[in-house]
């Protein structure tokens, strides 16, 4: 797809956004809040496919970013958000923006003195920086600490989510597709040849932690204010390991199957809950975990290299 067809594409995802989004008080708040949660796993899956699939670098920190955006947003409306319509709007962008901005900073500060490593080392240092997020949000008090941050306003809707998440595929599609996006493929592929072949392998990935980063920072602001109540607990380990997972099962470096991937993960959840509702089947409540994890390990056993990937990668 060429960029013009692109452009029409995602014009056309954000007017269908905007008008589902005038009739979405008429959705379930149930589905609808379950709906805003497949939005922002889109957002996330794949910002984080740009590091750990095209990119090929492995990352356990996406959760930090996320949470770093969430509670910049968060504390953004809080201080300004008590206005009218429209300037409340204007806040909600400054403060999503914002998100984002702060969220890649902190890729760039873990990036530029980590990213000479690779691969186990990488993804341990990651993790380390998600956990120093969380355990530094936890004791500063002006956040809420341990006892959490309560969001004064609920503006995450149909269109921020499905609109954010279009652009997102848009950027992330666009950025790998491009010229530029040429040296993602290269680094991932044979990270010694292409370094041989004078590519600065570091610039790309600290490039593809910032970019990555920044959309997490922007997921983080609307989980937000979708849920109106932050926790640090809510971004540790295991919630990076589910964004990683999403990447994972959609096959890495494949758009498409990580967008499908990031849907059903979220949904999947759910639909054991639900399970567990029916008279006869009430034992699923108690191990609908168990379920979901061993679901898992099925699936990773036997499509390892990702449930929606049917192509092989070229080279």
Same mark, same amino acid.
């Given at each position: ?20 989004s005038?009739f979405?008080?008429r ?14 796993s ?7 496919n740009?590091?750990? %699939?095209?990119t090929g ?10 949470a770093?955006g ?14 009218n319509?429209?300037?409340a ?14 969220a890649a900073?902190?890729g760039l500060?873990?990036g ?13 240092v990651?993790l ?5 997020i ?11 600490g341990a ?7 609920g ?5 921020w ?20 996006g040429?040296?993602f ?22 490039s ?8 997490? %920072? ?13 926790t ?17 099962l959609?096959?890495?470096?494949n758009?498409?199957?990580?967008i ?13 809950r ?15 975990m168990?379920?979901?994890s ?5 699936l ?13 990668r070229?080279?």
């Amino acid at each position: 797809m060429n960029v013009r067809h692109a452009k029409t594409c995602l014009l056309g995802a954000l007017a269908l956004c905007l008008v589902i989004s005038c009739f979405a008080d008429r959705i379930n708040g149930y589905w609808l809040n379950n709906l805003y949660d497949i939005g922002i796993s889109i957002i996330l899956a794949v910002s984080l496919n740009l590091i750990n %699939g095209y990119t090929g670098q492995f990352s356990l920190g996406h959760a930090g970013f996320m949470a770093v955006g969430g509670y910049t947003a968060a504390v953004i409306t809080n201080e300004f958000g008590a206005l009218n319509f429209l300037a409340a709007n204007g806040v909600f962008v400054v403060a999503l923006f914002a998100g984002g901005l702060a969220a890649a900073v902190a890729g760039l500060l873990v990036g530029i003195p980590t990213l000479r490593l690779r691969g186990d080392y990488l993804a341990i240092v990651t993790l380390g920086f998600g956990e120093i997020i969380r355990v530094v949000l936890q004791n500063v008090q002006y956040v809420g600490g341990a006892r959490g941050l309560s969001v004064q306003h609920g503006w995450t809707n149909f269109f921020w989510v499905f609109g954010l998440a279009a652009v997102t595929i848009y950027v992330i599609a666009a950025l790998v597709n491009s010229t530029y996006g040429r040296g993602f493929i290269a680094v991932r592929d044979d990270e010694v040849a292409a370094e041989a072949m004078g590519i600065n392998t570091t610039k790309y990935k600290v490039s593809a932690f910032v970019v990555g980063a920044f959309f997490a %920072g922007i997921a983080g602001g609307l989980y937000a204010h979708s849920k109106q109540f932050l926790t640090p607990s809510g971004f540790g380990f295991m919630q990076s390991i589910t964004f990683v997972v999403m990447v994972i099962l959609g096959g890495m470096g494949n758009m498409i199957g990580v967008i499908i991937a990031a849907i059903l993960l979220t949904l999947l959840p759910e639909g054991l809950r639900m399970l567990s509702g029916v008279n006869h089947l009430g034992w699923i409540g108690e191990t609908r975990m168990i379920i979901y994890s061993l679901l898992l390990i099925v699936l990773m056993l036997t499509r390892p290299q990702g449930l929606f990937s049917f192509k092989k990668r070229s080279h």
